[in-house]
Structure formats: C-alpha cells, structure tokens
C-alpha cells in the first residue's frame, strides 16, 4: 500500500512529533508562564487606596504616608485592574 519513502516519511514525522512533546515536557509550561512588571509614578500617588483594594494578587501594600507600594511583583499575572482604576495614572503593567 505504502512505497518505502513513503513508510520513512511517517517514521520520520512519527518521530519529530514525539522529540517535540519530549521538548516542551522538559522546559515545563511554569518556564513559559509569562511575567509581568508594574511601574508606579510615586509622586503622582495620592494614597487611595484603590489599587491595593482592588489587586487580587496582593501586589501592593502601603508605606507610612498611605502611599501605593510595590511588594510582590512577582504575584502580578498582569490583569491590569490597577492601571484602568488608579484615578491619577500612576500605574503602568507591562509585560517583563
Ligand atoms: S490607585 Fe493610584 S493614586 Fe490610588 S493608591 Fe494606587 S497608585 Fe496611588
Ligand atoms: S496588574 Fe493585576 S495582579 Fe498585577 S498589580 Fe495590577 S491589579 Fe495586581
């Protein structure tokens, strides 16, 4: 039914297609989980509180005067719930 290429061609895509699965089973999807980074403009920070009330991943905690701080950085999954909601354009999440 097959010639003899034809049944090498398989084997050899058979074959690529298992070394590829090996490959990403090795680096792992936690390697490829992408990371992000929040600028804050401190000086324009007014101490609303909204961006530590509002980020699920706990990113934020507050200094003495009430002021937005970076404390987990590596929590931020990006969603970007600070930026669209911080009243006086402190924030910016970029990806790392
Ligand atoms: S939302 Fe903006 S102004 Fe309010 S605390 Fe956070 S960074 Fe400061
Ligand atoms: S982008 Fe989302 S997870 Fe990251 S700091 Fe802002 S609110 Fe928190």
Redesign the pocket.
């Known amino acids: 039914m097959f010639n003899k290429i034809t049944l090498q061609l398989i084997i050899v895509a058979l074959f690529c297609t298992l070394l590829l699965s090996q490959l990403s089973f090795v680096c792992g999807e936690e390697n490829m989980e992408k990371k992000?980074i929040?600028h804050l403009t401190d000086r324009y920070c007014k101490a609303c509180g909204i961006?530590i009330g509002?980020?699920?991943?706990g990113?934020?905690t507050e200094n003495y005067l009430g002021k937005a701080v970076i404390d987990h950085m590596d929590?931020?999954?990006?969603?970007?719930?600070?930026?669209f909601h911080c009243p006086d354009f402190c924030?910016e999440?970029a990806e790392a």
């Open positions: 992000y929040v961006c509002l980020c699920p991943k990113v934020f929590s931020c999954t990006g969603c970007k719930m600070c930026q924030l999440v």
